[in-house]
């Protein structure tokens, strides 16, 4: 993107991981794994790719380098199911600003390519690639509704005192 803004700011530093602007502004792309990712801080803007395959850890160890900075965190994803931190972040009440964009309103994409898609890779995928769905597990056992409509705040205690210490 930079160089398609035929470099507005020049670089001091660049390389295949990692841009650094005179003005003392920088992009580093950093490893997708929990135990490499850790040192940074005072990041001003924190961007999570693909964020529904980002690992719970790897989420949770990054949001730390935010601490300081005051910084803000964007991710962006697909849906992949319903599980993970993408997933809980997205139905939570957490005051997240979500946009949900399925392809059907991207007038870039037409509906011929929509069908096609949907026709060779299969309605699970192409619900959930190009329509914004999160959906269960093809080999779950129980559906995450039934699984949630099992539990009630509600619920009487146990029969016979729950189970011992």
């Given at each position: 993107m930079y160089r398609a803004l035929d470099h507005p700011e020049p670089p001091a530093a660049e390389s295949a991981l990692r841009l650094e602007l005179e003005n003392g502004s920088r992009i580093?792309?950093?490893?997708?794994?929990?135990?490499?990712?850790?040192?940074?801080?005072?990041?001003?803007?924190?961007l999570i790719d693909e964020a529904s395959r980002v690992?719970?850890?790897?989420?949770?160890?990054?949001?730390?380098?935010?601490?300081v900075s005051g910084g803000r965190l964007l991710a962006m994803s697909t849906p992949f199911g319903t599980r993970g931190?993408?997933?809980?972040?997205?139905?939570?009440e957490e005051p997240w600003q979500r946009v949900e964009v399925p392809a059907t309103l991207v007038p870039r994409i037409s509906p011929e390519f929509l069908a096609d898609e949907e026709r060779s890779?299969?309605?699970?995928?192409?619900?959930?690639?190009?329509?914004?769905?999160?959906?269960?597990?093809?080999?779950?056992?129980?559906?995450?509704?039934?699984?949630?409509?099992?539990?009630?705040?509600?619920?009487p205690p146990p029969l016979f005192g729950g189970i011992a210490s």
């Open positions: 580093v792309a950093l490893p997708g794994k929990e135990g490499t990712i850790r040192g940074y801080s005072g990041v001003g803007l924190l690992h719970d850890d790897l989420y949770r160890s990054v949001r730390p380098m935010l601490a931190w993408w997933y809980e972040a997205w139905r939570s890779m299969g309605r699970w995928w192409f619900r959930q690639e190009y329509m914004c769905e999160f959906l269960d597990a093809q080999d779950a056992v129980f559906r995450l509704a039934d699984i949630e409509a099992a539990f009630s705040p509600d619920a």
